[in-house]
């Protein structure tokens, strides 16, 4: 999504002497700064649909008949579903947990098909607002079936669109009685964005239905249970170096029985145990923890799941005006069980297919270890003495087990205040090796706050911002954490991690707002600021060289609306320049390459730029995105960048010798 554009209307570049450096200066530019190579990542949470009906490729809504009104208040086992009797066909239906698939699963549909008609009786399924399909493509069915006749019961599945016109579908019979798994493909002739499912069993009979599945064939990477192959490419062009998830306020859930347990998400997606959403809606786990690791090594993302430190969310039962009132520990005597599935975690990711836990991944399809090295113990929490009790209870049980593993705390909800001050003391005093850091804000509050991180203590706990934003999707928003961004390149020391949050969300069940990309049944847009997340991403590095980039002027130099930053990735010796101005007037400044060593004749450059009110969305998806040209190369050069913009200059290392 980058357009070509002429580099002079964007980037004024000038040969020049720069006699005023002084030695200082031209010794800073030596003085490179180790930095962290996992800066830049993304934060991925189950809300605003971003599992279910959204990553997910799972087309069917309530595949498995366990809404219920916990879950929604006007939600129950059929919604999204339809008795079908279309043809004139009669019998009954019933939602029973007798004898279920599995204990886990336990509804399903009971049919009594007692005159078929002429086109058959069953089920229909309106999917997430329609069911996307595609001409020429093909989609995988599955179902399970409980025969409860004497005879075989003949079954059709179809494809159709809102007036009954078939698009696709294909036709199957039933073998013997019992719980058994069927699937079918099912190949489409028309596009449509809102088709519905049809399972129609055409003879008399009586029959359980359980799991109702649509795939497209093509998932991302094309694995089976697999994910939504356009929103997991948008995913990964960001390039991020590492993906935290399940949550968030998912993780340590609406009360104790809603804390997040990743154990019930693995194995068979009939076994694993469905539960409400935080957010007011349901989690069928089929998008579970095998298949985070997995999108994880797909994206080339370290994985960073985040667990509850034994506690429920301090808004629990509430709203997020409750305060610390909701907040409950999970039993003392449940503490130690609860501890070991931390530990089990480790060896699910890391283990040897010998082990319980490796050997559980291994069947799962993936012998090889997952090389997890963070986990994140607690999010945003009230730090209370229910909280920090249970938090030493793991984090000692994890510093012994696996001293490798890189243990992430929290310091609360803000980027200040009495539990971030509570929580840095609670960090202090057990070392812990990083701390998290939410804070979503005016874009005001991100300019002005460009040096937070200049006087942090080095000796301390290292940095990872979870959850940031600046409450907007405008250019000025992302821009305004662009000018941020290149703060947290320069602290990149202290600096260890950074994610933009929420990352997706589905147009129409918005649970916050604003989110990184939106999307809809069939298409997704990329906001202006995930352009920017992109960019960092993309071109972040593992050094950084301070006295390379400086604006022109004193004034200029400390604007908070303008921030600029060199890194350059040891791996392949590229350099990368940024300039970010979130500020009404064009910034000039001067840039020394002179010590970087031979320069090759050109580099790319990309620039965002554009009205700073102005944001992408569904009706004009493409409003703002990035420009790339390419550019010649002076080893002292003065530029001139655009008001509201940002400024990525990539420097190839071909030719270039290294910096000194």
């Not at 909280?387 to 209870?393: A, I, L, P, Y």
């Not at 929580?423 to 998290?436: E, F, H, R």
């Amino acid at each position: 999504m980058m357009k070509k554009i002429a580099s002079t209307a964007l980037l004024t570049i000038m040969v020049f002497t720069w006699f005023g450096a002084s030695a200082q200066q031209k010794a800073d530019a030596t003085k490179i700064k180790k930095i962290s190579p996992d800066l830049f990542g993304i934060f991925f949470e189950d809300l605003s649909y971003a599992a279910d009906g959204g990553l997910y490729a799972e087309l069917i809504q309530n595949r498995s008949f366990e809404y219920n009104p916990a879950d929604n208040r006007d939600w129950n086992s059929m919604t999204a579903w339809k008795y079908e009797t279309d043809g004139f066909g009669y019998g009954t239906i019933s939602v029973e947990t007798a004898a279920p698939v599995h204990p886990n699963n336990p509804h399903y549909i009971l049919l009594d098909i007692q005159d078929e008609g002429q086109k058959g009786v069953g089920l229909e399924n309106s999917g997430f607002d329609g069911i996307p399909v595609k001409a020429g493509k093909n989609y995988n069915f599955s179902v399970f079936l409980n025969v409860l006749s004497d005879q075989s019961l003949p079954v059709k599945v179809a494809l159709v669109d809102r007036k009954g016109k078939e698009l696709g579908s294909s036709s199957f019979t039933t073998s013997g009685k019992g719980w058994k798994k069927y699937a079918e493909q099912i190949h489409v002739n028309f596009d449509n964005d809102s088709a519905k499912l049809v399972l129609l069993i055409k003879a008399k009979g009586k029959i359980g239905i359980d799991m109702v599945s649509l795939f497209p064939e093509e998932t991302f990477k094309n694995h089976k249970n697999g994910l939504r192959a356009d929103l997991a490419q948008v995913i990964a062009d960001i390039r991020p170096k590492f993906m935290r998830f399940p949550g968030g306020c998912l993780t340590h859930g609406d009360g104790i029985a809603n804390i997040y347990r990743w154990k019930n998400t693995i194995g068979p997606v009939e076994q694993r145990v469905e539960q409400r959403n935080i957010w007011n809606y349901h989690q069928t786990a089929g998008l579970g923890y095998f298949e985070y690791f997995q999108f994880c090594e797909d994206i080339g993302a370290k994985p960073v799941p985040v667990l509850a430190a034994g506690v429920s969310c301090q808004n629990s039962g509430g709203t997020w005006r409750i305060g610390s009132t909701g907040q409950k520990g999970i039993p003392m005597e449940e503490m130690k069980a609860y501890v070991q599935d931390v530990l089990d975690l480790v060896e699910y990711a890391n283990g040897s297919v010998t082990s319980t836990w490796g050997a559980k991944r291994a069947a799962a399809g993936h012998p090889a270890p997952f090389n997890l090295e963070y986990v994140g113990i607690g999010n945003e929490d009230k730090i209370t003495g229910v909280f920090e009790k249970r938090f030493r209870m793991i984090y000692d049980a994890l510093h012994k087990a696996h001293p490798e593993i890189k243990i992430i705390g929290t310091v609360g909800p803000s980027p200040s205040g009495e539990d971030f001050e509570k929580g840095w003391k609670l960090a202090d005093q057990l070392s812990v090796g990083i701390v998290d850091e939410h804070y979503y804000e005016k874009p005001q509050w991100f300019l002005k706050n460009t040096q937070r991180y200049d006087a942090y203590n080095r000796l301390r706990s290292k940095v990872y911002i979870g959850e940031y934003a600046s409450w907007g999707n405008t250019l000025f928003n992302a821009l305004a954490e662009a000018v941020y961004m290149t703060n947290l390149e320069r602290n990149g020391d202290v600096v260890r991690m950074a994610s933009y949050a929420p990352l997706i969300a589905r147009i129409g069940h918005t649970s916050w707002n604003p989110n990184l990309i939106y999307f809809n049944g069939s298409k997704v847009f990329p906001t202006v600021n995930y352009y920017v997340q992109q960019q960092f991403a993309a071109n972040s590095g593992n050094e950084y060289l301070p006295g390379v980039i400086k604006l022109k002027g004193e004034k200029a130099a400390l604007d908070t609306t303008a921030g600029v930053s060199t890194v350059r990735d040891s791996a392949t010796g590229d350099l990368i320049l940024k300039i970010a101005n979130a500020g009404n007037a064009a910034v000039s400044g001067e840039a020394d390459l002179s010590k970087i060593g031979q320069l090759p004749q050109s580099a790319t450059l990309i620039v965002i730029t554009g009205n700073p009110e102005v944001k992408n969305s569904a009706d004009n998806p493409q409003a703002i995105v990035p420009q790339s040209s390419v550019i010649k190369l002076q080893k002292k050069w003065a530029f001139t960048v655009p008001a509201y913009s940002l400024t990525v200059v990539r420097i190839s290392s071909k030719g270039m010798e290294k910096h000194k």
